[in-house]
């Protein structure tokens, strides 16, 4: 069966850092670029970024642009988003999805809360 | 960035009658390579967003066929010819034509 799995959300204060990990398994992941998108109940689905299958290229929405990076160790089937200088407005339940055709898959998600 | 715009924003239906959700972009969604990368999704709560549609008009793998998208250039829309009772959710339309890539506001339909 194909999945994508996140982990790495918790609390953390403003201005600290955290790292989210996506975990796939049953499909050639090298062949994928892979995209985070996060979910707030104010703002709804918001686009975070895009890595493509061989990491060649990487796309940010406006936002999070030289806070947020995302990288992938395809040795380990995995894709990651290291979130610097957090905010507030960066709570939010980030999802790792392919949004590929035909292979739309999302992860379960996985709740970043950015409070002191 | 390419602003996508909604409406309504909220569509109570009554079960077995159509539905529709329109979605306007900024700027055309006409990519440089021909195609047109308008995409519908639907979130539930306590679920993982799924997508319906993509490229304005493709549904995707076991998606019922009462789900319809239509349009071009800057005008879209999603249909569902009779709504169920599972097609409750919040409904995003997300273009993937522009960098960066932008979704809608959502449109939350809910049964009358």
């Not at chain 1, 796939?24 to 109940?41: C, D, E, K, L, Y």
């Not at chain 1, 392919?98 to 002191?116: A, H, I, R, Y």
């Not at chain 2, 995409?39 to 995707?60: E, T």
Request: proline content about 5%; charged content about 15%; hydrophobic content about 30%.
């Amino acid at each position: 069966q194909v999945h994508l799995v996140e982990s790495g959300g918790g609390v953390v204060q403003p201005g600290r850092s955290l790292r989210l990990s996506c975990v796939a398994s049953g499909f050639n992941f090298g062949a994928f670029g892979f995209h985070w998108v996060r979910q707030t109940p104010g703002k709804g689905l918001e686009w975070v970024g895009i890595i493509w299958y061989d990491g060649s290229n990487k796309y940010y929405t406006d936002s999070v642009k030289g806070r947020f990076t995302i990288s992938r160790d395809n040795s380990k089937n995995t894709v990651y988003l290291q979130m610097n200088s957090l905010r507030p407005e960066d709570t939010a339940v980030y999802y790792c999805a392919t949004l590929n055709t035909p292979l739309d898959l999302w992860g379960q998600g996985t709740l970043v809360t950015v409070s002191s | 960035d390419v602003v996508m715009t909604q409406s309504p924003l909220s569509l109570p239906v009554t079960l077995g009658q159509p539905a529709s959700i329109s979605c306007r972009s900024s700027q055309s969604l006409v990519h440089n390579d021909g195609n047109t990368f308008l995409n519908w999704f639907r979130w539930r709560p306590g679920q993982s967003p799924r997508r319906l549609i993509y490229k304005v008009s493709n549904r995707d793998s076991g998606v019922p066929d009462r789900f319809s998208g239509s349009g071009s250039g800057t005008d879209f829309t999603l249909k569902i010819s009779r709504v169920e009772a599972e097609d409750v959710g919040v409904y995003y339309c997300m273009q993937g034509t522009h960098w960066p890539y932008t979704f809608g506001q959502g449109t939350n339909l809910e049964i009358k």
